[in-house]
């Protein structure tokens, strides 16, 4: 990375940032310092983690009554643990104990816990350390306020151009990236070092499950409010985390249909 483009400054909050909504949302709510943003975009407008288990576990329904790591509280994998336990009927503490800071390979290995929700990069990786993929978060069509791009709202109000043009980046990144694969390869061996073949077969296969008209995810926003509620959750409303409009100003351009 060159390093005009990096900013040392930890203290400071970039304007325009890629990330999970659900995350910000809660994040905010629940901190003080925590920033106002909206959310723009949404590529993965629904659960798509999958679950990651140790050998003996043959099913999604063998989780009941055993532990489930995730990374941490109010992240993209905490929401689709708790949204898989509401979908099932399960009481988090009761028919499954959640695990914190144990969204990892490492804790399967090591015995902290039974499965773990698990992105593509881990997903991919699973089967080369002996464990199994369990389960499809997908087929349960679950809503949620996933990776996208979110944006501070003064700097939107100020900068609308420049967000929307980064926007386009981002959207035709993402169609370069799903029709040529000597693409996606190189970015992966570059930025993640990962450059076995079968690695990279099997993240590729999770490429087209993004939104090819990534409007924010509403209703996943709605499920943050839902599964997180609390008396300081309902002073806020989901109107205030995305703004659509940028979205639809692109696809009635066309944009979208064709990104180049």
């Not at 799903?178 to 570059?190: D, E, G, I, S, T």
């Not at 926003?221 to 100003?249: C, G, N």
């Amino acid at each position: 990375m060159p390093d005009a483009y990096v900013n040392r400054d930890a203290n400071a909050a970039p304007p325009i940032e890629v990330g999970g909504g659900s995350p910000m949302i809660y994040g905010f709510v629940t901190n003080a310092r925590g920033a106002a943003r909206v959310i723009v975009l949404t590529q993965e407008a629904m659960a798509v983690d999958h679950i990651i288990a140790k050998p003996e576990i043959t099913g999604i329904q063998d989780l009941k009554g055993k532990r489930i790591g995730f990374s941490g509280v109010g992240s993209v994998t905490h929401f689709s643990a708790l949204s898989l336990a509401r979908q099932l009927g399960w009481s988090p503490g009761r028919e499954i104990t959640l695990v914190a800071g144990s969204g990892t390979l490492d804790a399967l290995r090591q015995e902290k816990v039974d499965a773990i929700l698990a992105s593509a990069m881990v997903i991919a990786l699973a089967p080369q350390a002996g464990f199994k993929d369990i389960g499809d978060l997908t087929a349960y069509k679950m809503p949620m306020a996933g990776s996208g791009i979110m944006v501070d709202r003064a700097y939107l109000a100020a900068h609308r151009d420049t967000v929307l043009r980064f926007l386009k980046a981002d959207i035709e990144a993402t169609a370069l990236m799903q029709k040529n694969r000597q693409v996606f390869n190189a970015a992966l061996a570059k930025w993640f070092n990962i450059t076995d073949a079968r690695t990279q077969d099997g993240m590729f296969a999770h490429v087209n499950k993004f939104e090819k008209k990534p409007y924010p995810s509403v209703d996943g926003i709605k499920q943050v409010f839902a599964l997180y509620d609390s008396p300081e959750m309902r002073r806020h409303t989901p109107q205030e985390f995305y703004d659509s409009s940028l979205m639809t100003e692109l696809d009635k351009s066309g944009f979208l249909d064709n990104p180049k």
